[in-house]
């Protein structure tokens, strides 16, 4: 969904070091989240946002942190990455019907 | 604990035949179930939903159906086309928490 773009969309870093994905959306979905690909998992919830200033954890939400200061705008952000946080990062937004999703391009993320 | 689980990682059909994924839950509580199509380098895209109180919903050649009793969803694809060919995962929610399988990969054979 050409709504939904996420920010880099590659990225290598080190371990220890902060790192901050954004994901920026033109739909004014109310409900965003962050997912994380993995081999042999599928995508986990990380967190998830259901309006300006309210969100709550998912599934894998340790080491992770988001914001979201306004509604087009959703941040996660890994404080001290390590090497577990490597993988393909989604975010996902939706509206009334908020089981059906969009989802961004993704996010690679290398954490060295 | 994967609470939804596509057991096979992938299949391969026909152009033209029937395409069968299938998945299994384990909690009974899902409000919805849904289906999700990858292709590689891109996010998903929604492609079916079922609410937990059907049994079955279709959409042109897409149709999902719900067996409550053995926690087991399907889609079938009727005819299937080479465009067809990525990887599909199965995901159910509860409230505002989603679970998704691993993914069955598909190959639609012209």
């Known amino acids: 969904d050409a709504g939904i773009t996420q920010s880099p969309r590659h990225k290598v870093t080190e371990t220890g070091t902060p790192v901050t994905l954004r994901c920026h959306q033109t739909?004014?979905?109310?409900?965003m989240y962050w997912y994380r690909q993995d081999p042999g998992h599928g995508l986990r919830l990380i967190h998830y946002?259901?309006?300006?200033?309210?969100?709550d954890k998912g599934e894998v939400s340790d080491g992770y942190s988001v914001s979201r200061s306004k509604t087009e705008d959703f941040l996660l952000t890994l404080e001290s990455a390590t090497s577990s946080q490597t993988s393909v990062y989604f975010c996902?937004?939706?509206?009334?019907?908020?089981?059906?999703?969009?989802f961004g391009p993704g996010t690679r993320l290398l954490v060295l | 604990d994967q609470q939804v689980k596509q057991n096979s990682p992938s299949l391969s059909v026909q152009e033209g035949r029937i395409s069968i994924l299938n998945c299994d839950y384990t909690?009974?509580?899902?409000?919805?179930f849904l289906w999700y199509k990858k292709y590689p380098a891109e996010g998903p895209t929604f492609l079916i939903s079922?609410?937990?109180?059907?049994d079955k919903n279709e959409d042109g050649r897409f149709t999902v159906f719900l067996n409550k009793s053995a926690k087991h969803l399907s889609l079938h694809i009727v005819p299937s086309q080479p465009g067809d060919s990525a990887v599909y995962f199965c995901?159910?929610?509860?409230?505002?928490?989603?679970?998704f399988g691993t993914g069955t990969s598909l190959t639609v054979i012209p």
């Open positions: 996902a937004g939706s509206g009334s019907q908020k089981e059906t999703q969009y």
């Open positions: 739909e004014n979905h109310r409900y």
């Open positions: 946002s259901y309006g300006v200033k309210d969100t």
């Open positions: 909690n009974s509580m899902f409000d919805y």
């Open positions: 079922i609410s937990s109180i059907k």
């Open positions: 995901a159910a929610t509860r409230g505002n928490q989603f679970y």
